[in-house]
């Protein structure tokens, strides 16, 4: 999620005031002394009042008077110069908003002397944008080897051909950026560089492909270690926003904890039938699919490869499928009341403090087909093992769509 990174870059630009301010007050780096910022929850006509709330979950009264000004700022402007006048009847709920004056020692309301809005709308469009845009040039993967003298990064990533390896060129223009613990917002990464990147690290890249199918050229990377736990569902407690699971190996349990930006995904069971993805190595179906397979994700789309790039094209630079990563980003999302006790479970999380719970990126439901489709064959005599499909499958969903 995006949004917060590029309305902060626009704010703090607009302003050298801003500058002097320390973010990080009270511990919530969306109030200073001089602004709040926020999501505008609900708007009091008559009183002349917002609520906004900031993403740290404050909740602030922006009280407006007759000399408030209101400007209009598009997402992605660093500056005021090509902001449009709007007034109050314009401001709408959801929209975000910059409420600049002077913060109450509380820091629960402000006496707005300006507003600054991007309304919810353009948020949207931009962030539909950008995605569409990291859809189509970008790539998704478990890094596998490091080359800090050449800065190349060597990423597996999973297609319905198989796994393959992918080279990352950097380049010094390249922006990296990385997750911080138990953090959640694609957003929210923090700039980065070579030296923190670490073997088994998820990555996605944006940028180009070369001539050459298995090497990229990357303008932006984001990097994090992440857990990927496959486990059956206990206890779901929406209220909380807490599932409880065994865990399909060890059945140890956790305790998954689902904020706001988590995404929950549900894999349906009639795409087993399908036969689309294929085993790992040694079991049935693996290699490519054949040709004019007509495979569909959920909804009746017709299944897409990852931008025609290294992660959905094949060594010879061929489509043979979608990336399984890519197939994931596209299922319908659910709420967490849809999870039920006795579903199995993926869920990707940043690596946190406490090893039992882990906060939920993305979650995908009913994970027993997709683990049974990845998972080798067993050999004969042995029992299924419901985790085999989960070690080396290649899923990297971690990091996920701006």
Do not use: C
């Not at 303008?219 to 909380?240: E, P």
């Amino acid at each position: 999620m995006m949004r917060t990174f590029f309305f902060a870059v626009a704010i703090g630009l607009i302003t050298l005031t801003f500058s002097s301010i320390s973010l990080a007050q009270d511990g919530d780096p969306n109030i200073a002394a001089k602004y709040a910022i926020g999501e505008i929850k609900s708007i009091d006509a008559a009183a002349k009042q917002l609520t906004i709330k900031t993403d740290a979950g404050s909740m602030v009264t922006v009280t407006l008077g007759d000399k408030t000004t209101y400007k209009k700022l598009a997402p992605g402007e660093q500056s005021l110069t090509n902001a449009t006048d709007v007034t109050f009847a314009d401001l709408g709920e959801g929209d975000r908003v910059m409420a600049r004056g002077t913060v109450s020692a509380d820091r629960k309301s402000v006496p707005a002397l300006m507003v600054i809005v991007m309304t919810k709308g353009d948020l949207a469009k931009k962030q539909e944008a950008e995605r569409a845009e990291w859809r189509r040039r970008g790539i998704l993967g478990v890094i596998t080897a490091l080359k800090p003298e050449a800065k190349e990064i060597t990423i597996s990533n999973r297609t319905m051909a198989g796994t393959q390896s992918v080279v990352v060129a950097l380049s010094d223009k390249t922006e990296m950026r990385r997750y911080a613990p138990d953090s959640i917002k694609f957003g929210d990464a923090k700039p980065s560089g070579f030296g923190e990147l670490k073997v088994g690290d998820q990555l996605r890249a944006l940028g180009d492909r070369t001539e050459d199918p298995l090497h990229f050229n990357a303008q932006k990377v984001v990097t994090g270690s992440f857990r990927t736990v496959g486990g059956v569902v206990t206890a779901v407690d929406a209220a909380t926003g807490e599932i409880k699971i065994n865990d399909l190996e060890k059945k140890h349990p956790f305790t998954i904890v689902i904020k706001h930006d988590a995404v929950l995904r549900r894999f349906p069971s009639e795409m087993g039938a399908m036969g689309g993805l294929g085993r790992g190595p040694g079991g049935p179906g693996g290699g490519a699919p054949p040709a004019g397979g007509g495979q569909q994700a959920a909804g009746g789309a017709p299944a897409r490869p990852q931008g025609g790039g290294p992660g959905a094209g094949g060594p010879g630079g061929g489509r043979p499928g979608f990336n399984i990563n890519d197939m994931l980003e596209r299922l319908p999302t659910i709420a967490i009341a849809d999870v039920k006790v006795g579903d199995t479970i993926i869920v990707s999380s940043t690596q946190g403090v406490d090893p039992t719970r882990l906060t939920a990126i993305s979650l995908v439901a009913g994970a027993d087909t997709l683990l049974a489709m990845l998972a080798p064959r067993p050999a004969a005599g042995q029992a299924p093992n419901p985790a085999a499909g989960l070690g080396g499958s290649g899923i990297s969903f971690g990091i996920g769509l701006p």
